[in-house]
Structure formats: structure tokens, C-alpha cells
């Protein structure tokens, strides 16, 4: 799995924020005693599960040291645990089951999803979202960069996140399962770079917290510069910045919230 760097995956913290809003908006409003953040990372969000739903034990799960030692300080009164998140299970039933960018990056959906319904209470909700961007150049460029240059042999088996399902597919897996479903696709442009910062290659570093992080992660640090250089050259051609200097990202995430009986 990737190393990530709390503070590289901060750099754009707002932006990553509104997708997390806006799926906790759609959770029911109904009692939530047992919450966990599936993916928790920093635990922003976490803390924000917590304030919103007041009564509730909240627990974040992660499989980042780095990035649970940022949870704990951000949102001190949670409770965190390490977890591969593959072969996570809850040890009771969960009335609320919430995972914000995190289950693009685990395999096989199709067993995946059934098993995380399982681990809600009767009436307990899943909600996710995770993005659907394996068809955009920001994308598609990380795998013909690797698979070119010097750094060939080191990129070779890297373990990137793979292709979620679409909409259609989640809705038929889902459906007969869950008492409501919801799901829905948002594409949002954002605008980075510029006087917004992100320096002059925001689409190379937002990727380098995200996405990029299992190429450079394989790469001696020489090499981990002369990739990094090669992807922004690129995601600058891909994503031409605009007369100011601002540099629009459009992001397309899909959003479910499944109801269990």
C-alpha cells in the first residue's frame, strides 16, 4: 500500500473536503450510536462525523500510521484503530458505516460491498464516495509515464488503484440487498493553482497525495524527481492553465447511501 504524507494530501484540503460535505448531507438523520470512518486518513472528517452526530461513538480506521497520528490530534475525543481495510470487520453492528475516497483502492467491489452491508445494524447506512477519474489524463498518464524511462524496471508492479464500477453495476449488486439505495455522480471543476495556490503544477502534486503516491513510492529519490518532473510536464499540456493562471480540475466522483432493512 501507499506511504502517504498527511501534509502532501493537505495541500488541497478544501477542495477535498466538499465531496466529503456533500455525501454527509445525504446520511439519514436518524440516531447514530456506532459510527466508523472507513479510510479515515487525517481524520478531518472524522471529527466532523462527531460533531454532527454528538451522541454517537465515532471510530476512524486506517491502514496509515502517519495519517492516524494526524487523526488523533485533529479529532481527539474518536477512537482510531490500524486495519487493513480488505479484512476489515466490525467488532459490533455499525448504525452508520461512512467512507470518503477510500474503497476505489480496495479490489473485487462485487464481494466487497455485499460484506460491508453486512456489518450494519438493522436500518444502519452505508454511504461512500469514491472517485471515478481511471478514464481522465490526470490518470491515464501515470501508467504511460511508468511504463517509460529510466524508472521502467522499478514501476513494473506497482499497485495502483484499479477501476471502480459504474453506477449501474452498484445499483444491481446493491439494490436487492439495501431497503433505499441513492446513488449519483458529481463532476466538480476545481480551480487550483494561481493565487489559489498549489504551486505552478497543481495537478501533479494534488495527485502526488493521492493517486501518484504508489509510483513514487517504488522510485530511489532521484528517479521519484526525474517521474515527477516528466507527470507534471504532462499534466500541464493535459490541463492547459487559463489566461489568470488558474489551472481547472474537473473531478468526476460517484456518491452512494444504501439503507440496509
Same mark, same amino acid.
Given at each position: /500500500?501507499?506511504?502517504?504524507?498527511?501534509?502532501?494530501?493537505?495541500?488541497?484540503?478544501?477542495?477535498?473536503?466538499? $465531496?466529503?460535505?456533500?455525501?454527509?448531507?445525504?446520511?439519514?438523520?436518524?440516531?447514530?450510536?456506532?459510527?466508523?470512518?472507513?479510510?479515515?486518513?487525517p481524520?478531518?472528517?472524522?471529527?466532523? %462525523?462527531?460533531?454532527?452526530?454528538?451522541?454517537?461513538?465515532?471510530?476512524?480506521?486506517?491502514?496509515?500510521? $502517519?495519517?492516524?497520528?494526524? &487523526?488523533?490530534?485533529?479529532?481527539?475525543?474518536?477512537?482510531?484503530?490500524?486495519?487493513?481495510?480488505?479484512?476489515?470487520?466490525?467488532?459490533?453492528?455499525?448504525?452508520?458505516?461512512?467512507?470518503?475516497?477510500?474503497?476505489q483502492?480496495?479490489?473485487?467491489?462485487?464481494?466487497?460491498?455485499?460484506?460491508?452491508?453486512?456489518?450494519? &445494524?438493522?436500518?444502519?447506512? @452505508?454511504?461512500?464516495? /469514491?472517485?471515478?477519474?481511471?478514464?481522465?489524463? /490526470?490518470?491515464?498518464?501515470?501508467?504511460?509515464?511508468?511504463?517509460?524511462?529510466?524508472?521502467?524496471?522499478? %514501476?513494473?508492479?506497482?499497485?495502483?488503484?484499479?477501476?471502480? @464500477?459504474?453506477?449501474?453495476?452498484?445499483?444491481? @449488486?446493491?439494490? $436487492?440487498? &439495501?431497503?433505499?439505495?441513492d446513488?449519483?455522480?458529481?463532476?466538480?471543476?476545481?480551480?487550483?493553482?494561481?493565487?489559489?495556490?498549489?504551486?505552478?503544477?497543481?495537478?501533479?502534486?494534488?495527485?502526488?497525495?493521492?493517486? %501518484?503516491?504508489?509510483?513514487?513510492?517504488?522510485?530511489?529519490?532521484?528517479?521519484?524527481?526525474?517521474?515527477f518532473?516528466?507527470?507534471a510536464?504532462? /499534466?500541464?499540456?493535459?490541463?492547459? $492553465?487559463r489566461?489568470?493562471?488558474?489551472? @481547472?480540475?474537473?473531478?468526476?466522483?460517484?456518491?452512494?447511501? &444504501?439503507?440496509?432493512?
Amino acid at each position: /500500500m501507499a506511504s502517504w504524507d498527511p501534509s502532501q494530501y493537505g495541500l488541497f484540503a478544501a477542495e477535498r473536503m466538499r $465531496p466529503a460535505l456533500d455525501l454527509m448531507a445525504r446520511i439519514p438523520l436518524a440516531s447514530q450510536r456506532q459510527i466508523v470512518d472507513l479510510g479515515c486518513g487525517p481524520g478531518t472528517v472524522t471529527m466532523l %462525523l462527531r460533531r454532527r452526530f454528538a451522541d454517537a461513538t465515532v471510530t476512524g480506521v486506517d491502514n496509515s500510521e $502517519p495519517m492516524l497520528a494526524a &487523526a488523533r490530534a485533529a479529532a481527539p475525543d474518536c477512537r482510531f484503530e490500524m486495519a487493513d481495510l480488505a479484512r476489515w470487520s466490525a467488532a459490533a453492528p455499525v448504525d452508520l458505516l461512512y467512507a470518503n475516497a477510500s474503497l476505489q483502492w480496495l479490489d473485487d467491489h462485487a464481494l466487497l460491498f455485499p460484506h460491508l452491508l453486512s456489518q450494519l &445494524a438493522p436500518g444502519g447506512t @452505508l454511504a461512500a464516495q /469514491m472517485p471515478a477519474m481511471h478514464d481522465s489524463p /490526470m490518470r491515464r498518464a501515470q501508467s504511460e509515464i511508468a511504463g517509460n524511462g529510466p524508472w521502467a524496471d522499478h %514501476l513494473r508492479d506497482v499497485r495502483k488503484a484499479g477501476p471502480i @464500477l459504474t453506477a449501474a453495476q452498484y445499483w444491481d @449488486l446493491l439494490r $436487492p440487498r &439495501a431497503a433505499t439505495l441513492d446513488i449519483w455522480e458529481t463532476t466538480y471543476i476545481h480551480a487550483l493553482g494561481g493565487a489559489r495556490g498549489g504551486g505552478p503544477d497543481p495537478i501533479a502534486e494534488w495527485a502526488a497525495g493521492t493517486s %501518484l503516491r504508489p509510483f513514487l513510492d517504488k522510485l530511489p529519490p532521484l528517479q521519484r524527481a526525474g517521474f515527477f518532473r516528466a507527470y507534471a510536464d504532462a /499534466m500541464r499540456i493535459a490541463y492547459t $492553465p487559463r489566461p489568470d493562471g488558474t489551472t @481547472l480540475l474537473p473531478f468526476r466522483r460517484l456518491f452512494l447511501v &444504501a439503507t440496509v432493512p
